[in-house]
């Protein structure tokens, strides 16, 4: 009886799991579907789930009118470089919060988070001047920099977690086998958060690779990334579905492809040190 | 050469004073043990030698140097810790050369003393595997063999069996008896177990909120110890302490008397009492004893001696074996 109730549960959850996660999974199907269809039927109401006429046409187009190899070179080396640089200012912050913590360690990573918190809207304007009289507005560098300091503090946070959970001893012998204190990061404490930093180093690509509003607001034709290639298929001549749903498709391809691939490593990043 | 000398060495944190003022001389080779009950300050003071803690003042000197503004990696100690802390993301070998590494020692040095520290240590059929498929015996070696490849001026242990089963401390006790037998290092060794102190030291240095209480052989501690607080501490089970004296043994404050100086009598004796508990462990019998106008005492008795619980018996202290101490607990001499 009491195994035909948990068959029964069990049976319960899976479907509503099923179900929530194809109701969060629906708008990126429906955009990949959508970008397979011409601009007709992209538009036809009732709406039809699957092409009526399967096509390729919107891709073609999508990249010979915009150049999506170099907004997708933009992408990756303002994803990749914010997070590099990230890992260099967030690992030596980390450790030094995590092993050398002083009364306002604590206050110092809430206020971190807290700066999460604002509206970034609000510090757009002396941002762009910044940038303007730093010759820094639609540069790489410029947008690397910016997505770096907005994601800082998040990863900082996250190492901050995983080293907590390494113990003192480890790194106290490692004092005493002689190592000064690089060489006590690089050889002991960076390879034993390993995963943790990989995880760190998804997130923040992921997050990097998806930002908006400030790769919108910094940037022109130079260092636009794919999110600037996507808005731009809103245009004032009115929206082309099939296209901007090409488009959406490309740019969100090859981040879903990571994110599926290290969805194990992720998921085990995020709810690390949850449970002990 | 690795002699260790503290001079005035107080240590607070925050403001809380751990260690008030602390002067003690450990010579080159000795095997010393800092023994107290847990939160005495003998890991802190061991960490302040290592370097691991700094100072508030005073100064440590390894072999007439001081070295109390040194970082760890600059006084030339080893150090092995309670949980081992073993680098897992190395194979054993690595983990026994990371110190020679860090020092810049030329790979043949290298391989040469890590299988020299291996035999020593019956760790060579180990040296690819991780400290995770080692047993705990097994890992402390690893972790003695960390140790012993830099040949240091001394070594430090922090409670380094405690976490291991009964059976194998008692094994790595004479291990590390042997191992400082065969290196004559100097070795400062910290535990709240007795019996490794009483076993393995040369000097022992008993500690009691920060203080050492008394500095010496295991067998003067045990055979005239310096007050109450080491009197209660040293020896297992611990020393009867009588306080005030009973009639006819006037003089002192408090008398102390070591369970196995009492004389068990079925006939005749000074203190008539009443067995409470009988612990027969074969080789020794121990009695938990009420008595009258004393309260209770603790006596032992070499092999089997046939008194169970509530029979009736006569005790009687060697008189030349009965411990004095006044007022203030001070030993009485």
């Known amino acids: 009886m009491a195994r035909a109730v948990s068959v029964q549960k069990k049976w319960t959850y899976t479907v509503l799991v099923w179900i929530v996660a194809l109701l969060i999974f629906f708008p990126i199907l429906w955009t990949i579907l959508t970008s397979f269809k011409t601009e007709g039927d992209a538009i036809l109401f009732p709406p039809a789930f699957f092409p009526p006429h399967w096509t390729l046409e919107n891709f073609t187009e999508v990249q010979s009118r915009s150049d999506y190899f170099k907004h997708f070179f933009n992408s990756v080396v303002i994803a990749g470089g914010s997070t590099l640089l990230a890992l260099i200012i967030a690992v030596p912050a980390a450790w030094s919060m995590a092993f050398s913590p002083t009364r306002r360690t604590k206050d110092i990573l809430m206020w971190m988070l807290s700066t999460k918190m604002m509206p970034a809207v609000g510090v757009l304007v002396p941002i762009y001047l910044i940038f303007k009289n730093l010759n820094l507005l639609d540069t790489l560098g410029g947008l690397t920099i910016i997505l770096m300091l907005i994601n800082l503090p998040i990863v900082i946070w996250m190492l901050y977690t995983y080293f907590k959970e390494i113990p003192v001893d480890i790194l106290e012998a490692c004092r005493m086998d002689g190592a000064v204190l690089w060489k006590e990061i690089v050889y002991v404490l960076l390879p034993m958060a390993v995963p943790g930093i990989a995880s760190t180093m998804l997130l923040n690509i992921i997050l990097a690779w998806n930002e908006a509003f400030w790769t919108l607001n910094l940037t022109a034709a130079g260092a636009a990334p794919l999110t600037a290639f996507i808005a731009s298929y809103s245009s004032p001549e009115g929206l082309f579905w099939a296209k901007l749903s090409a488009a959406s498709t490309m740019a969100i391809a090859p981040i879903l492809l990571l994110g599926w691939f290290s969805q194990r490593q992720l998921v085990r990043g995020l709810t690390f040190g949850a449970v002990k | ?333």
């Open chain 2, 1 to 333: 050469m690795g002699s260790i000398i503290l001079r005035n060495v107080r240590k607070v944190f925050g403001e809380v004073e751990v260690i008030p003022n602390v002067d003690l001389t450990i010579e080159d080779g000795e095997f010393v043990v800092f023994v107290g009950p847990s939160g005495c300050g003998k890991s802190t003071l061991l960490r302040l030698i290592a370097g691991l803690e700094d100072v508030t003042s005073g100064a440590i000197e390894i072999d007439g140097v001081d070295v109390a503004k040194e970082p760890p990696a600059r006084r030339g100690l080893s150090m092995v810790f309670q949980s081992y802390a073993l680098y897992p993301h190395m194979s054993v070998r690595s983990n026994i050369a990371f110190p020679l590494k860090m020092a810049g020692v030329s790979r043949d040095v290298i391989d040469s003393k890590v299988e020299k520290a291996a035999s020593t240590l019956n760790l060579t059929g180990y040296l690819d595997r991780r400290p995770g498929q080692l047993s705990g015996g097994q890992r402390q070696r690893v972790a003695i063999g960390r140790a012993i490849v830099r040949e240091p001026k001394a070594f430090l242990f922090d409670e380094p069996l405690s976490n291991l089963d009964a059976a194998l401390r008692g094994q790595m006790r004479i291990e590390i008896t042997q191992l400082h037998q065969t290196l004559a290092t100097t070795m400062v060794y910290v535990t709240h177990d007795q019996i490794e102190a009483m076993t393995m030291a040369d000097k022992i240095v008993v500690l009691n909120a920060g203080n050492i209480e008394q500095v010496g052989t295991p067998l003067e501690l045990y055979n005239n110890p310096a007050n109450l607080f080491v009197a209660g501490f040293i020896g297992s089970p611990r020393m009867n302490l009588l306080t005030p004296p009973p009639p006819g043994r006037d003089g002192a404050a408090t008398i102390g008397i070591r369970p196995e100086d009492i004389q068990l009598s079925t006939e005749a004796g000074e203190w008539p009492g009443k067995v409470r508990i009988a612990e027969h462990l074969g080789s020794d019998t121990f009695f938990h004893i009420d008595v009258d106008d004393v309260g209770a005492i603790t006596a032992r008795a070499p092999g089997e001696f046939a008194l169970s619980a509530g029979d009736a018996v006569w005790m009687t202290p060697n008189p030349e074996r009965i411990h004095r101490f006044d007022g203030e607990g001070k030993a009485l001499r």
